[in-house]
């Protein structure tokens, strides 16, 4: 007996071979009909024996392709067609209104990749060869639904081998919208700021990449155009190139993200576990924290000896290389069980300090697009070096936004870069590279931490834990800002926009909230959402929007804190009391002063602060986050250890005086419960960081210091070491919002530290001990709320936890009391989840609301 079905299949469904893969199954299960995509997903018709039409729905949900997202498939059955054969049909527009989603840009795919150095391929070294399983999507979208001529490659007509291609269902390119070759699409360009080279031919073309990796060989710099903005390229291992890019981007100490050819080589470097090299070598491929080989493994330990946390072994390090040649530089080399030792292949591991300094983390990521991979080939040869680093920072100045426009480049890289590796296809958004990083607490168990949304996973949507008809606006907090849009199940959160307070990033993040609105056909009179902080920009355009429309909006503000629980929780799916520890570095609090140590019963509408860090004095406000030392002087002033801190603050001279004058007069001097600053005043107190020269430098410095030292006699339960709770102290006026239960004091922590440097003890035993005070607080605060009122889910949100060490150290040891532990997913624990905690928080306002009435 014969069925005839009418499909609409949502999610991410369009420009990632779902068109093809429909026909294909069609095919196999012996079905007739067509499939076309609309604005609001794929739509399909077919026809066939009933088995085959059920076994043929299932496919669809199981089989699809990896870089698609089937969110729903709505099944209706109709009168029979009497199809004849399958057919791929035309994109319908005016199918219905509501629009469907849209893919991430999805890297090269291993068969693009053989085809691109395969010399007899037609596209052998074309820098844009692609397919309907990987190449740019979003980044070159201007509307949908997703066909060429709404994109940036309409000015690029197809020539007739791309266009039998692209029309024959059964091949690869089969409507892959930036289908093309040297013959009718993009090429690259190399302007070295006197003339311009276009490779409009795969000559000219190799010439151009064989240039500019002489460049890079000769210690220059490029600005090289990506998917979504340029980046900033030298050679990694050359640091002469490195300290000239640190001084022309004024980047002084920060971290460099570097690109390599393989896994295998990236093992050479760093430790690689089986998840991170998934994560490394997946569709996404984002730039992935490992922890980078230690020099006390290298230099104290035989070759068969354990390497830290990984086991490196002669095999492993042979693997990675594959020259015979014995260690004597940092060319690749392989290693034989006869003569090797440890300390004489160090070479093979070290790079410039001048490229991540003592960070124990190396941020590392492989090629994603063509350009990439060909330049990164083209430097190989010419260097004689088969585990060739480039570096791949982003291409913009301190601050400001990524670079996506050719013209501007020219403007904005003149006298940064040497010359730009360009080209002519049009960047319609801008995306800077993801950042993520693999979590180790013990037992086998992990988890991905994301630190920067954005290419590869921006704008898949997130979910909405509860039944939700509300449209939001969230515009998110105003540093590593990221705004959220909710519409019905779907939150959109778009990708990392930086620090909104500048005024490019300012521009940009309207520009980019004018996209969503276009491409996901989102609503202008939704409610509008903000931080409750009234000086950040992003709240004061929501209350100058709400005032101005010509309809009334509703409007919302969230506090800080509470939007990063209820973000972790939302990601999770958890719609139930949750114990939040929100530490991070600055937030606006309810009671006026700058939150960041706070304990949160929360729920997805509200919270009450169970405890927070006893508040002390940041003598110039933000001045004192800038300089530490003014941090720590407020520490000690308020911990009443200004005397047993002489040393430190006879060296702070007159700046001692002029904090002390600042806290005594009230004068700009705001008070604060942040774990961020309290990190800061460590560093600072120990000299590790005095003059941070970029955000959370002082922070991540700490943390650094526990690194490459053995901690053999190393005692964890240093009773000193211990933050004392105490029941806090409330008046007949004060609410749940202004006080709390319990009030953590850090004055017997700050006189342990003052005592061990007095006594000479290793700084990085001082910041381990440190740090274990404060997971030993975490576990303590949890078992005294849980005592309270019973709950067993406990929340780390906030950028603190993006403390490698904190953040492992705390789930294992919640864990091993029996808590549930809920992280972030899908985003940052840091500010870049806020919006999406705002939003997320908004629906259930409104949910409860319209319970109420």
Not at 266 to 275: K, L
Not at 584 to 609: H, K, M, P, Q
Request: glycine residues 6%; aromatic residues 8%; negative net charge.
């Amino acid at each position: 007996m014969n069925r005839c079905v009418r499909l609409h299949i949502k999610g991410i469904v369009q420009g990632v071979g779902f068109r093809p893969f429909v026909y294909r199954e069609a095919k196999k299960h012996l079905i007739s009909g067509w499939v076309l995509n609309a604005s609001d997903g794929v739509h399909v018709e077919g026809e066939g024996e009933e088995k085959n039409v059920a076994s043929f729905i299932m496919a669809l949900s199981e089989n699809a392709p990896a870089a698609s997202s089937v969110k729903e498939i709505s099944i209706e059955d109709i009168p029979l067609q009497h199809f004849e054969g399958f057919e791929i049909r035309m994109s319908d527009e005016d199918c219905v209104n509501e629009k469907t989603l849209v893919s991430p840009d999805i890297a090269m795919c291993t068969d693009c990749m053989r085809e691109l150095f395969d010399k007899n391929d037609r596209r052998y070294h074309y820098p844009f060869i692609n397919c309907t399983n990987c190449g740019p999507r979003f980044t070159i979208i201007d509307e949908l639904p997703y066909d060429r001529p709404k994109t940036s490659m309409k000015k690029f007509p197809m020539c007739e081998a791309c266009e039998i291609e692209y029309r024959d269902p059964a091949n690869r390119r089969f409507h892959a919208q930036p289908n093309a070759c040297f013959e009718c699409g993009p090429h690259v360009y190399l302007d070295d700021f006197c003339s311009i080279k276009e490779g409009t031919n795969l000559e000219i073309s190799d010439a151009i990449f064989s240039e500019c990796a002489r460049r890079l060989k000769d210690g220059e710099i490029l600005a090289v155009k990506g998917l979504g903005g340029f980046h900033l390229v030298c050679d990694g291992k050359n640091p002469e190139a490195l300290n000239k890019l640190r001084a022309r981007k004024h980047r002084d100490n920060k971290a460099f993200a570097v690109m390599m050819k393989s896994v295998d080589v990236v093992r050479g470097f760093c430790n690689v576990s089986d998840a991170e090299a998934s994560i490394l070598d997946s569709p996404e491929k984002p730039i992935v924290l490992l922890k980078k080989l230690s020099s006390i493994s290298q230099n104290s330990r035989s070759c068969g000896d354990s390497y830290l946390t990984h086991k490196i072994t002669h095999a492993s390090i042979n693997d990675a290389f594959e020259s015979d040649d014995n260690c004597s530089d940092t060319s690749a080399a392989k290693c034989s069980n006869e003569d090797f030792s440890a300390s004489r292949c160090t070479a093979c591991f070290n790079l410039p300090d001048a490229l991540s300094g003592d960070l124990p983390e190396l941020g590392v990521m492989l090629p994603y697009t063509p350009v990439q991979a060909l330049l990164l080939e083209s430097f190989e040869k010419v260097s004689n070096d088969d585990s060739a680093v480039l570096v791949m920072t982003s291409g913009n100045l301190h601050d400001e936004p990524i670079v996506t426009d050719d013209d501007v480049a020219k403007t904005k890289f003149l006298g940064i870069a040497d010359a730009i590796l360009g080209n002519d296809r049009e960047i319609l958004t801008r995306f800077d590279d993801s950042v993520v990083r693999v979590l180790d607490f013990g037992n086998d168990e992990s988890a991905v931490q994301m630190i920067r949304r954005a290419r590869g996973y921006a704008p898949r949507p997130l979910s909405v834990p509860f039944e939700n008809d509300f449209e939001t606006f969230a515009t998110g907090p105003e540093q590593k800002n990221t705004f959220t849009f909710v519409r019905k199940q779907h939150a959109f959160v778009s990708q990392h926009n930086g620090d909104v307070g500048d005024v490019d990033v300012s521009d940009a993040w309207f520009e980019t909230k004018s996209r969503f609105e276009n491409l996901f056909d989102l609503s202008d009179h939704c409610a509008i959402v903000c931080d409750k902080h009234p000086e950040y920009l992003t709240s004061k355009w929501a209350k100058k929007h709400v005032i101005e429309a010509e309809e009334p909006l509703g409007f919302d503000e969230v506090y800080h804190h509470h939007a990063h629980i209820v973000s972790a929780m939302a990601e999770n799916g958890i719609d139930e009391a949750t114990i939040g520890f929100s530490f991070d570095g600055t937030g606006f609090g309810a009671d006026g002063c700058i939150w960041g140590g706070e304990v949160l019963l929360s729920n997805l509408e509200t919270y009450e602060r169970v405890a927070n860090f006893a508040y002390f004095p940041l003598p110039s406000g933000a001045g004192a986050v800038k300089k530490p030392t003014r941090t720590a002087y407020g520490l000690l002033y308020s911990c009443d250890l200004l005397d047993e801190a002489r040393e430190f603050v006879s060296e702070m001279g007159d700046e001692a005086k002029a904090c002390e004058s600042l806290i005594e007069s009230s004068t700009n001097t705001p008070y604060t419960s942040s774990v961020g600053r309290l990190f800061d005043a460590v560093a600072a107190l120990l000299g590790i960081c005095v003059q941070p020269t970029y955000e959370g430098e002082a922070a991540i410095e700490l943390e650094a210091a526990m690194f490459n030292f053995e901690f053999d006699d190393y005692d964890s339960d240093d009773v000193r070491y211990a933050f004392e709770v105490q029941k806090n102290s409330a008046t007949e006026h004060s609410t749940a919002l202004d006080t709390s239960m319990f009030v953590i004091d850090p004055k017997k922590v700050v006189a342990a530290i003052l005592e061990d440097i007095r006594n000479n003890v290793d700084k990085a035993v001082i910041a381990r001990r440190f740090h274990d005070a404060i997971v030993k607080l975490v576990r303590l605060i949890a078992q005294i709320t849980y005592q309270i009122y019973g709950i067993k889910k406990c929340v780390l949100a906030g950028g603190v936890w993006m403390n490698r060490y904190l953040c492992e150290s705390s789930v294992a040891a919640l864990e091993s009391d029996g808590f549930d532990v809920i992280l972030n997913r899908d985003l940052s624990p840091n500010d870049g989840g806020v919006s999406y905690g705002q939003a997320i928080v908004n629906c259930a306002r409104h949910r409860a609301k319209a319970v109420e009435e």
